[in-house]
């Protein structure tokens, strides 16, 4: 039995008997692409990070259609490859414990936090490549307000259960499995809030890139 199913069940049994009420991070909207004028081929070796990036509109001037795919015969002006590194935040535990110490143990967070880094290869369709680095804190879990102590002893039985399903581990495992066959994964749901939590920290700067280098391409390739 996985042990992050385990936790869930003790969250849950603690709730019933508590009416605690957790509250999970949202996901991001889907933004869909508009007509097809500039293309923007979006793909990577992590599938769950191609599709956090190509769920968030990518904002150009103009229409503007995002292909999520390696292989395509269309006509493509930018083409994205993206990777990843996870890293493990230090002192996660100590912290959450802290929390439910200050509101007098009644407080219950299991949280994972992790310092994550992009690495984005833009290839015009002149052949340029231009290369961009970011970093971001990313952060999910889940939080309830419970009977006296009960915050504590939960926040700490949470962690103890989870000790083996680190960021870095969680990116190992998923790198492995689809999004498309992981939807119910638990792992991997914990995984894709990470990334989604990271990228949104990003995504501007991200996106100033890309117009940049779009502009930089118009120079060097005009209609």
């Known amino acids: 039995m996985k042990k992050i199913r385990s ?4 969250l849950l049994l603690m709730g019933l008997l508590s009416d605690c009420i957790l509250h ?4 991001s909207p889907v933004v869909k692409a508009g007509k097809a004028l500039h293309v923007i081929q979006i793909f990577s070796n992590d599938l769950w990070l191609q599709e956090v990036m190509c769920q968030n509109s990518v904002d150009v001037p103009g ?8 292989n395509s015969a269309a006509s493509i002006q930018q083409s994205i490859k993206a990777t990843v590194k996870v890293y493990n935040s230090d002192n996660v535990m100590l912290g959450d414990v802290f929390l439910s110490l200050m509101a007098v143990t ?5 949280s994972k936090q992790a310092f994550i880094q992009f690495e984005f290869d833009v290839q ?3 052949g340029h490549i231009s290369h961009y680095t970011d970093f971001a804190a990313a952060q999910t879990g889940v939080w309830a307000v419970l009977p006296l102590y009960a915050g504590l002893g ?8 989870n000790d083996d399903l680190s960021p870095e581990s969680l990116h190992s ?12 994964d638990d792992e991997c ?14 995504g501007s700067r991200f996106q100033s890139f890309l117009l940049k280098d779009k502009n930089n391409q118009a120079l060097r390739f005009p209609e």
């Open 189 to 202: 749901i914990a995984y894709r809030l990470l990334l989604e939590d990271a990228y949104s920290k990003i």
């Open 63 to 70: 229409p503007v259609a995002v292909i999520c795919a390696e």
């Open 106 to 110: 009644c407080y219950l967070q299991i």
């Open 173 to 184: 495992v998923c790198m492995e499995r689809s999004p498309s066959h992981s939807l119910l």
């Open 154 to 161: 939960g926040t700490i039985l949470g962690h103890l259960l």
């Open 24 to 27: 999970p991070p949202l996901s």
């Open 7 to 10: 936790w869930k069940m003790i």
């Open 124 to 126: 015009s369709a002149d």
